[in-house]
DNA sequence: CTGTTAGCGCCTTCAT
DNA sequence: ATGAAGGCGCTAACAG
């Protein structure tokens, strides 16, 4: 019923050999031999197995995609544009999540899922311990990380501490002094994790205009729902903030939620700026530090496909960040504040 | 480098059928056999090669995730449920994003890509021609539907009809009359599609009620930007409209966004109803008729795995759908409309 | 430019 | 309960 390549070289009068180059466009082969081979493959309904050709070749076209979470933002959009660069390609996506749950530490990245599985791993906002890098370079194949580096090895991103320093400065130009910081979990601590380079630019930022940070900084889930937690255990600490820098717009959004809980208004009475550039954002008029999670997608899994034809890359490639001003800050007020 | 089964079978004293036997759990391997292969497995760092398995056994433990978008509340939500019940039973998931862009209209699945490279086949989300269907169930593989059943398949995913008319009582028993519907692509036609049936369900409550529904219907794309776009081309023509039945609670922030374009207030001068449960609905307090989209994946997730194994599954699972009163609704005001 | 011939690494009867 | 051996369908030398 399914034809094999056999089939398709006795329709066409050719061996097999000839009809695997003729249909992988490899050199060697005449035209007119070609769409002979072409046509015969077509009337057949030919589509060659990928197991066999996986395991006569040692090559997947598959890549793997490993990310904590699909239904974030970032990450979703960043999977989306892998996912259809690498389709344009004839590549496979093939998708691992390393679920790093409210509840506990996730579990450590296993390559051995991925061995003879595919041909490069792209890593997706999942900042990596240097032994699970090392681990995942044992595949001995090619790697790109997106939106969360590792040392020494190629990465797509933005500058976070860049980013977060924008983010501060526009605060601190409008005249706030108490500007806190909603981070990430208390446990992610590796120093190339968006959430610790985003609270060092925080904190870089305010150093340089004689700004304290000390007990200005919480940290919570990276979503909603911990942005809201974490706003509500700082303002219950220093109900003196006047302005807040979130680590995502998702966390973001938590914070006016809590805000809107103790009855304040943004930017009113708190100013907050957050970073990702939600679609959602504009709702609430958040102002934020956008980025293109899509296009850093795209151009990661390009980068992959080229270090597997063995083609030099970038070490290293920054997208821009961008302030986009939406509304959600302004000077500060004098506010009454009862007690510290 | 990379040890064989025939590097374990040497190891564990047997042959290489019998390390197969014992390392996939089948029967007929003494306890004593199975634990001595187990062990030179691991000492080995052995790991099957995936490709090698697929073309002898002609399974690939892989299923085809097909799908529009991943960047979508529905869409992530379903495909990081699908993904994590697959791998509990060590599945891989494949990704296919079709993508329908706001541009031209998709292009067709096409099963070349998934054949002989999956066991089964989940479709999220996309409502497929009767022929596509076809084809898709060419490749003699099991199909599972999520969000956008097709006839005679098994599917997964809510009441739409019910849940378009819950969300239209819950408008009406308010007391409006002017109920409209943000509905999805106009071309978006299959009378299986979710955005069909919600129209289909709105209308339904309507007449149901003695109520008007023509002109009332404005169509789409099915995000926030196609929610404001419609509702401002809706408010245009029926500025006497006083509540809103989005099909998306993506489309519903649209028609907040453009409401507060146009100076009105939410719900004081319009009401608003979402469908989904989107966690930042609650920002805006948007009521909404709530699903579980996460659970809605790993169901059909499980249904595809019995099917492969060939166990009996319902032919439908319907999950409930319930209204999350946020406060986007409230009684119609008495406002002055300049025209019709 | 094309054909021949070994494998690639595992699964699966069929014996034993 | 275990072993022997023939594929699974394709690719990649190597000839010619």
Known sequence: MAHGIVDVARAAGVSTATVSRALRGLPNVTAATRERVRRAADELGYVPSPS??????????????????????????????????????????????????????????DPDVLRRRVDGVLVVGLPLEADEVETLEGLGQPLVFVGAGA???VGVGVDDVATARRAVAHLADLGHRVIAHVSGEPDDVLPWSPAVRRAQGWRAELAARG?????????????VAGGRASTHALLDRRPDTTAVFAASDEMAMGAVLALRDRGLRVPGDVS????DGHEMGEHLGLTTMAQNAHDQGVTAASML?????GAPVPADVVFPTVLVDRGSTAPPCDRIVTSA
């Open 52 to 109: 066999a050709a996986s395991l006569a070749s040692g090559r997947t076209r598959t890549i793997g995609l490993i990310t904590p979470w699909v239904a974030h933002w970032f990450f979703a959009n960043v999977i989306e544009g892998a996912e259809r660069a690498l389709r344009v390609e004839d590549f496979d996506a093939l998708l691992y999540t390393f679920d790093v749950t409210r509840e506990r530490r996730r579990r450590r990245v």
């Open 151 to 153: 040392p020494g090895q």
């Open 211 to 223: 700004l304290p940070s000390a007990g200005l900084e919480v940290h919570g889930h990276f979503d």
């Open 272 to 275: 907050v700026v957050g970073v």
């Open 305 to 309: 496909l080229e270090m597997i034809t």
